[in-house]
């Protein structure tokens, strides 16, 4: 059940920072305020200039304040999942009050003895999600508050992130003016958010075309199984149009989203805009056509390096399909040219929100909904993990007596949550972010050949 109140969520991107400010009325979420200015000191999803960053956050704040007239001093802040791990753990405590009638402070003791897994020192609890609890052997229960036993266990998902990242997100924040409130998973909350129940059940993969990186999530069984980080993004098209036209990159950033089709079969041949070309006196004539040909050539790109990972995964076979959110989801075509690389039904999530139905709003608005929609069980479980600094990477003592074992189901190989070691062939693909060489671009024509012609490896 949501919380009544205000919430405020932070999505801080390569290409942009979005704010929303939100109210939570009887289970209903009503956005009353969001913004959207140009990003500044981050790379690859990664803050990379505190100050710069920062002073970029500020002016979000102030826009969303202005239009929501709220005053905003916290904020839930998405984090990307540039090498975020995520590993099955287990806790076990016994019930020491008297009546054995389990306490939300059993809860939270049950899920500090879980933080107790070793985590490296570099490493740092994000956050842990209760799956399952069990009391005296009965296995399968999702909230044990008010039950009767004498011991109490517990197995959930371990999600943690590099210190230095998120040191540094807190940092910029307060640099901002606004504190902390929750770190939110972006690829957690973006799945929770946009998948039907029937997707998240049974398997569906979500891509979010972002501007500096495009991020791939998959869910099954209610859980988050899989994500990868490819640092390839919308801004990388708008390079592409640059370099092949020879104009600025504002222009061929209007070109893109003014003219741009991402599947070149739906774009017309004899429809044409004039280009300013850097070095000419006279503006060139350039057909639709020929710049869908350019957004296409990166796209396969994109997509056929993310469609080598999901066969290694055999994510492509799970029933729910692609779901396409981020800025570049909103180029038209996208979808048809998407199923051509996959091979699976696709579709384009759009928020339902008056003002901000467009695509790149997906991720700001999943963080709200994941911290205004958490269970008390989830509530508690964040508060075990927030309540001490020292808790999230230091391992705490929690009292046990003769704890049994608990055996911890192997995820499936083709989806694993644990690192995978590389080998040399079909190798399992990691659950945390991990470089690889680019694929090259797919050909397209003499179009293709043409490019690489002028430009050698630009594509590569």
Avoid: C, W
Avoid at 92 to 110: A, C, H, R, W, Y
Avoid at 279 to 304: C, K, M
Avoid at 345 to 370: C, D, L, M, Q
């Amino acid at each position: 059940m949501a919380r009544n109140g205000f919430f405020t969520g932070l999505d801080i991107g390569t290409s942009s920072v979005k704010v929303l400010v939100a109210e939570y009325i009887d289970n209903q979420m009503n956005v009353i305020g969001f913004s959207n200015v140009k990003s500044a000191g981050v790379k690859d999803g990664i803050i990379v200039n505190i100050d710069v960053a920062a002073g970029a956050i500020k002016k979000a704040l102030q826009q969303a304040e202005e239009k929501s007239g709220i005053r905003i001093d916290k904020v839930n802040v998405g984090l990307p999942a540039n090498l975020l791990q995520i590993e099955p753990t287990q806790g076990m405590i016994p019930v020491t009050i008297d009546s054995q009638e389990i306490t939300d402070l059993d809860v939270e003791n049950v899920v500090k003895s879980a933080l107790t897994k070793s985590i490296t020192p570099e490493r740092e609890v994000i956050s842990f999600v209760p799956e399952e609890f069990t009391i005296d052997g009965f296995q399968g229960i999702k909230d044990p508050r008010g039950m009767m036993g004498v011991r109490l266990e517990m197995r959930g998902l371990l999600y943690t992130g590099p210190r230095t990242i998120l040191h540094n997100l807190r940092r910029t924040a307060e640099r901002a003016g606004v504190k902390v409130e929750n770190i939110v998973i972006s690829p957690l909350s973006l799945t929770r958010s946009i998948l039907n129940e029937g997707e998240r059940e049974f398997g569906a993969i979500v891509i979010d075309l972002g501007g500096g990186q495009t991020t791939v999530a998959v869910m099954r069984g209610q859980a988050l199984q899989y994500t990868n980080v490819y640092q390839e993004g919308g801004d990388y098209i708008t390079k592409d149009i640059s370099k092949v036209l020879t104009t600025s990159q504002s222009i061929a950033e209007n070109l893109k989203f003014n003219y741009g089709i991402a599947y070149p079969q739906q774009a017309s041949e004899k429809e044409k805009f004039t280009v300013e070309v850097i070095g000419e006196n006279a503006p060139a004539q350039v057909t639709e056509r020929y710049l869908s040909e350019v957004i296409a050539a990166r796209l396969r790109q994109i997509f056929g390096r993310v469609k080598q990972d999901l066969e290694r995964t055999r994510a492509l076979e799970l029933p729910g399909g692609i779901v396409l959110v981020g800025g570049g989801a909103i180029l038209p075509g996208i979808t048809e040219l998407a199923q051509e690389v996959f091979g699976v039904h696709t579709r384009v999530y759009t928020p339902n929100h008056i003002g901000i139905r467009n695509p790149s709003f997906a991720s700001v608005i999943s963080f709200v909904e994941f911290v205004g929609n958490l269970e008390d069980v989830e509530k508690i479980a964040q508060q075990a993990v927030n309540g001490e600094a020292s808790l999230r990477h230091k391992p705490i003592e929690v009292p046990v007596s003769h704890p049994r074992p608990i055996p911890v189901q192997p995820a499936p190989q083709e989806l694993s949550r644990e690192p995978q070691t590389e080998v040399e062939e079909e190798r399992p693909i990691p659950t945390y972010y991990e470089e690889t060489e680019e694929a090259p671009v797919a050909k397209k024509g003499n179009f293709s050949d043409r490019i690489r012609g002028l430009f050698g490896s630009m594509f590569e």
